[in-house]
C-alpha cells in the first residue's frame, strides 16, 4: 500500500515569506508526527497529533511554527515570516493508533529559505 | 542537551563481515529503543526495536543489544551487504502515562560497506 506522502520534496523561499508543507500519512493512521532534520543531526520532534488534535506540541521551536490536521488525515505543517535557520528537512510520520506503534517516515520536505 | 548520542560518525567495514553501530543514552526514563536506516532522499525506514524489559532483539542479519546499566545499545549487522550502507539513527522513547511517543534520536552514523 502507499505509504507517507510529503509535498513539495523541496521548496526553496526567501527570508519572511510565508510557507506550508503537507503530509499524507498512511490510510487509517490515527497518529501523526512533525520531524525537522537539519543538516549532520537527527530528527527533531516538534508536534504530535492524535486524530484531529495537537496532543504534544512541545517541539515547535517558536509561534511561527503551527500545525493542523483538521479532518484527522492530512496535515499542514505552517511556518510565518521564515528564517535562514529554518532551512532544513521536514519529515512526517504515522503511526497506526498510538504512541506504542510503529511510526512509518515521509521523504520528507527539504526547506531552504534565502 | 543530547538525550541520544551517537558518537561515531561513520564506519567502514568489508563486505561480509560484522558492522556493529553504537548509542548511547542518558535519560533512565526510556524503556524502548529504535533503530532506523535512511537512504539518501528518502525518509527514515525503521529497522528493529528493543523494549527495556530485554537485553537481545534479533531480526536476521540485526541483532540489537541493551545494557540497561550501560545506558548503551548497539546494532549488530551479520553479515554485512553493500546494500546496507546508509545512515543509522538509534531512537529512544518512553511509554507510560503522558507519554506521546515522541522519538528521541541520535545524530547518525553513515555505515559504507565496501564489496
Known amino acids: 500500500g502507499a505509504g507517507v506522502s510529503q509535498t513539495p520534496s523541496n521548496k526553496v523561499t526567501e527570508k519572511g515569506k510565508y510557507v506550508e508543507l503537507r503530509c499524507d500519512p498512511i490510510s487509517g493512521h490515527t497518529a501523526l508526527y512533525w520531524y525537522r532534520q537539519s543538516l549532520g543531526q537527527g530528527p527533531e520532534f516538534l508536534i504530535y497529533f492524535q486524530g484531529t488534535g495537537a496532543a504534544d506540541d512541545s517541539g515547535l521551536p517558536n509561534d511561527r511554527f503551527f500545525a493542523v490536521r483538521p479532518e484527522g488525515s492530512v496535515s499542514t505543517l505552517k511556518i510565518q515570516r521564515t528564517e535562514r535557520g529554518d532551512s532544513a528537512v521536514y519529515l512526517c510520520a504515522s503511526s497506526l493508533r498510538d504512541n506504542t506503534d510503529t511510526q512509518y517516515f515521509g521523504p520528507g520536505t527539504r526547506l531552504t529559505v534565502l | 542537551d543530547q538525550q541520544v548520542k551517537q558518537n561515531s560518525p561513520s564506519l567502514s567495514v568489508q563486505e561480509g563481515r560484522i558492522s556493529i553501530l553504537n548509542c548511547d543514552y542518558t535519560?533512565?526514563?526510556?524503556?524502548?529503543f529504535l533503530w532506523y536506516k535512511k537512504y539518501p532522499a528518502e525518509g527514515p525506514t525503521f529497522l528493529i526495536s528493543?523494549?527495556?524489559?530485554?537485553d537481545k532483539n534479533e531480526d536476521g542479519r540485526f541483532t540489537v543489544f541493551l545494557n540497561k546499566s550501560a545506558k548503551h545499545l548497539s546494532l549488530h549487522i551479520v553479515p554485512s551487504q553493500p546494500g546496507d550502507s546508509a545512515v543509522y539513527f538509534c531512537a529512544a522513547r518512553s511509554y507510560g502515562s503522558g507519554n506521546t511517543g515522541k522519538l528521541i534520536f541520535g545524530q547518525g552514523t553513515t555505515l559504507q560497506v565496501k564489496p
Open positions: 528493543i523494549s527495556s524489559i530485554k
Open positions: 535519560n533512565s526514563m526510556f524503556d524502548y
